[in-house]
């Protein structure tokens, strides 16, 4: 945490007792957005706050929630009158924590909870469907109509129209080790990979052999629009996410043969980010989202936003 603060001066700094991380200059008036999570997955939360964004982001442990002293410390510090959203992972411990918050919040709190993760319907540390990379889509879109003056209720009818436009799914090469543990999370052979992985190194749907970038992406987009059903012509943004030990390279043979399944199914990406936006540690393999969008959320996305790891625009 300290040392986002100092890398991004201009932009955060660190709430009370290194709680949280907020943005610098507050918006009187705004509408607040917080979020958080286990560390381990940088940039997102910490690296998402500031203008067009979150107002603050509270970190846990590796992999493990934030508590409510940290939501509810960073509630006080970033309320500027119109009430805060929270933005929740589905994840038992993130969502219990949130809730514990909300309610000892003292202001009008609201919650969108994220569960874009079509790969299994149960996981080890979710009531359902995880919140995954579409969580960043969510973030950056209500973000977007806060810095733009919508109110809280209206933000919370956002988050959760975007969530329910917006499906990922990842795929494993490698574990990655959680530094307490100093050990992998899973094993995998030279020549296998885990299908729809967590971001926490939870099993997906199945280990299969090593494939190429074209058959991994059929099975990853195939099981992503078959959930999301998407009418011909829809337009969409993709995210192509890297879980932190993928290089560049990969990432663009990945997208390019994400676009190849997009065209087959008359779906157009208006809006492409690739990059290493939700990690998992020094795990190496990625995830795809697909977020359906029509013209007022296009352009929101391209509204200015100016943090630590997405910024465009004036």
């Known amino acids: 945490r300290p040392g986002i603060a100092a890398a991004h001066a201009d932009i955060v700094e660190l709430g009370t007792d290194r709680l949280f991380v907020r943005r610098k200059k507050l918006r009187p008036g705004k509408v607040a957005l917080l979020s958080g ?10 690296g998402f706050v500031g203008r067009g964004m979150l107002d603050a982001a509270c970190p846990g442990q590796v992999f493990t929630s934030p508590t409510p002293d940290q939501m509810t410390a960073a509630t006080a510090a970033i309320d500027q009158g119109s009430g805060t959203l929270f933005i929740v992972k589905n994840y038992e411990g993130d969502v219990m924590n949130f809730e514990m918050a909300a309610d000892m919040a003292g202001t009008p709190v609201r919650t969108v909870v994220v569960d874009d993760d079509v790969a299994v319907e149960k996981s080890t540390y979710s009531l359902g469907r995880r919140g995954v990379a579409g ?20 933000c919370q009818a956002l988050g959760n129209d975007v969530n329910a436009r917006t499906r990922s799914m990842g795929v494993a090469l490698t574990s990655c080790t959680v530094p307490a543990a100093g050990k992998p999370t899973f094993t995998l052979g030279e020549d ?3 299908m729809g992985v967590g971001i926490h ?18 099975e990853m987009m195939g099981a992503i629009l078959d959930d999301l059903a998407p009418k011909d012509g829809a337009e969409a943004i993709l995210l192509v996410n890297g879980f932190g030990g993928t290089p560049a390279m990969e990432l663009y043979l990945m997208c390019n043969a994400a676009n190849k399944i997009l065209a087959q199914r008359k779906i157009t990406p208006v ?13 190496a393999g990625c995830s795809l989202t697909v977020s359906l969008v029509d013209a007022r959320l296009a352009s929101l996305w391209d509204s200015p936003v100016h943090t630590a790891a997405l910024r465009w625009g004036a």
């Open 37 to 46: 999570g286990g560390s381990g997955h940088e940039p997102l939360h910490a």
């Open 135 to 154: 969580t960043m889509i969510v973030e950056r879109l209500v973000g977007a109509a806060a810095e733009q003056g919508a109110s809280l209720d209206e």
């Open 192 to 194: 296998e990979m885990e």
């Open 201 to 218: 190194g939870e099993p997906g749907r199945r280990r299969v052999k090593l494939a190429d970038a074209d058959a991994i992406a059929a």
């Open 271 to 283: 809006r492409t980010l690739v990059g290493s936006y939700v990690t998992s540690l020094e795990m």
